[in-house]
């Protein structure tokens, strides 16, 4: 994506967006206000509304608004009084991959909380589909804001949104719903021994295969041969065993315990020396 | 299970399984392996799996020569692709004193001269190889890069599969209870699961060779110590070859999936066929390890474990006919060492059963050297 023709495309680009933007540190403290006004027209509703004149003052009414970062607390009483619906406000101080986004959107009807709409660049172009998690009026202020959870790497990239078709609806269900699926089909058989990774599935293929024991199944597989030693995957491989009609749990040899029977360090048992205590 | 069979084999550990495996190989039909519980479940499963050509003595040198280079092409000598996790990063040995490090110049010189790429070092340059080893406490080191360790759960699945590939039966669970003789000759083998008629019987049951020896009548001047091991919880990759000290009495190896695996020797280990562990063991070796590496301090015991090596008095195996009986084959003795010698063990055996001549003359291995005085020089070189 360039930006680089603000000139013919009214786009803004780094050069433009290098005016307007926080420092990394500032950007960490909270909401922020993202101004993208950068032709000089007589408008000043900005200014005059910012209650904490994080908005430098003007020296005429043409001036473009620049930012006190340090002073602007994201309150976005600007960004619903903009005319131009030029002004964004962008969080990404919470921790995670994840930011918001609250933009003016000035149409009927307004989206509901928690629905999918497809994000939009600069360009207008789709994005992606992502969830719209408030909508808010500003006290004082014509435009509603719209609050956008978005990943935080597209926090300067996406402008606008628009509803989804019903086909589109459907379509992400049905995605949705395939990617569970796919989730639970590309999850390979549960796990038995959690210490050496061991499926259900290798465990049934051994027994299938001829072995009957938990020793053997053991030497063949390392279940239980990790720090827990089999306290988890003893008992369901016995389980298996007696699935598989090998005898009852109760009558199985459970298998051979390993001492220490507890983890504890090299250093450790050197420096007990003799005490026998 | 079969009546009759060419072949009996008692012990389906590495040195059973290797012997059906060549005499299938060499044409044998009707073969039988009999195993107490499951295969590699006796000292095969239980050890450190390690592998070295750096012997005192030049035959042991030339057994293990043997078995590196079997073992560095065994999937295609055992036709199937089981990875054992051969892993050739050598064996570093540490001299303790002048006197070890006198007699490890003379096994360089001893295996160079059979082919053995075998190097004296300083201890300087053992450091280098091994940064987290104080060397303070060795006077010498050799190294040998194609020595190393496999996995010998992965090895034993080989071969078992390699045996079931040549049509070999393995009888699991199979408790042998007598071996049957008819006018001096071996001619068949009770179990508690039925018996079997046949006119050779191989016995490679490892630590209880003896018992079996027995039940033929046969003397076999072996005996079994109890020997323990620990493994620690896995870390990143810190050493590449395997560490030995026979003087310092240890081994360990770090695996390829991250644990740290140690023994050590010890004079009053019972010998009573006893596979349990002893609290001293984890003192005495924590203690030994933590002397030598003292960065191995922290790293946490998982388990330990014990198996039995199968000793004789010149810590070098039997391989021999029983004079007692016609037909009843000794492959055991091997003081610690069959899981590495079992490919030579499988040729050399298969090829003495047979009547053939031995590739590697193994005729200083018969049991008659412990009657008189022609027991074979003691080998040094173990733990």
């Known amino acids: 994506m360039s930006y680089d023709k603000f000139e013919q495309t009214g786009l803004a680009g780094p050069h433009e967006m290098s005016t307007c933007l926080p420092s990394e540190e500032q950007r960490k403290k909270g909401p922020y206000a993202v101004i993208e006004c950068f032709e000089e027209i007589p408008c000043n509703p900005c200014v005059m509304s910012c209650t904490f004149d994080a908005i430098l003052p003007f020296e005429d009414v043409n001036s473009l608004p620049l930012v006190d970062f340090d002073k602007c607390t994201g309150c976005a009483v600007c960004a619903g009084i903009c005319p131009g619906l030029a002004i964004f406000i962008v969080d990404e101080s919470k921790p995670g991959d994840f930011g918001t986004l609250r933009l003016p959107y000035e149409y009927w009807p307004l989206p509901e909380k928690g629905q999918t709409v497809m994000a939009l660049s600069r360009e207008g172009g789709d994005v992606e589909p992502v969830e719209v998690v408030a909508i808010s009026n500003v006290k004082g202020a014509r435009t509603p804001l719209v609050t956008l959870r978005l990943p935080k790497d597209k926090l300067q990239d996406i402008r606008g949104f628009r509803f989804l078709s019903e086909e589109e609806q459907a379509a992400l269900k049905d995605d949705t719903e395939a990617e569970k699926t796919a989730d639970i089909e590309s999850l390979e058989s549960p796990i038995v021994c959690r210490c050496e990774g061991v499926t259900l599935a290798e465990i049934r293929d051994l027994i299938a295969a001829g072995c009957h024991t938990v020793e053997e199944i053991k030497h063949l597989s390392r279940a239980g041969m990790g720090p827990c030693q089999g306290r988890t995957c003893r008992q369901i491989i016995m389980g298996e065993l007696m699935r598989a009609g090998i005898g009852k749990t109760e009558d199985m040899p459970p298998g051979s315990f390993r001492p220490p029977g507890g983890t504890v360090t090299l250093g450790q048992l050197a420096e007990g020396g003799d005490s026998d205590a | ?383």
């Open chain 2, 1 to 383: 299970m079969r009546k009759t069979a060419d072949v009996v084999i008692i012990g389906a550990g590495i040195s059973g399984l290797a012997i059906g495996v060549h005499l299938a190989k060499k044409g044998v039909k009707d073969i039988v392996i009999l195993e107490k519980t499951f295969p590699g479940n006796g000292a095969t499963g239980r050890c450190g799996a390690g592998i070295r050509m750096q012997w005192g003595v030049e035959l042991n040198c030339l057994l293990s020569k043997f078995s590196v280079e079997y073992f560095e092409n065994v999937n295609e000598i055992l036709k199937n692709d089981v990875d054992v996790e051969f892993w050739q990063g050598g064996y570093l040995i540490g001299a303790k004193d002048e006197l070890e490090a006198e007699q490890f110049r003379k096994n360089v010189t001893l295996q160079n001269s059979l082919g053995i790429e075998s190097s004296y070092l300083s201890p300087e340059e053992a450091k280098d190889m091994m940064p987290h080893l104080d060397v303070s406490h060795i006077k010498a080191a050799t190294f040998c890069g194609r020595d190393g360790h496999l996995n010998p759960f992965k090895t034993v699945e080989a071969f078992v599969k390699a045996a079931m590939d040549l049509g070999i039966d393995i009888e699991k669970n199979t408790i042998v209870t007598g071996i049957e003789k008819t006018g001096g000759r071996v001619s068949g083998v009770k179990t508690d699961k039925g018996d079997i008629k046949a006119p050779i019987v191989v016995n490679a049951a490892g630590g209880w060779s003896k018992q079996m020896a027995e039940l033929a009548g046969a003397d076999l001047p072996v005996y079994s110590r109890r020997h323990q091991i620990l493994v620690t919880e896995p870390v990143e990759p810190l050493q590449s070859a395997m560490f030995m000290g026979f003087g310092l009495n240890i081994y360990i190896q770090q695996v390829p999936h991250g644990p740290f695996i140690m023994g050590r020797g010890d004079a009053d280990e019972p010998t009573d066929l006893r596979m349990t562990s002893s609290w001293k063991f984890l003192n005495d070796m924590a203690e030994t390890v933590t002397t030598l590496m003292p960065r191995l301090a922290r790293l946490k015991v998982v388990r330990q474990w014990a198996g039995l090596y199968n000793m004789t008095s010149d810590a070098q195996p039997i391989y021999d006919e029983a004079p007692e009986a016609k037909g009843f084959y000794h492959a055991c003795g091997f003081s610690g060492h069959g899981f590495m010698l079992a490919p030579a063990t499988g040729q050399l055996m298969s090829e003495l059963i047979l009547g053939e001549t031995p590739s590697i003359d193994i005729s200083s291995l018969g049991i008659d050297r412990f009657k008189g005085d022609m027991l074979l020089p003691l080998e040094s070189s173990v733990v």
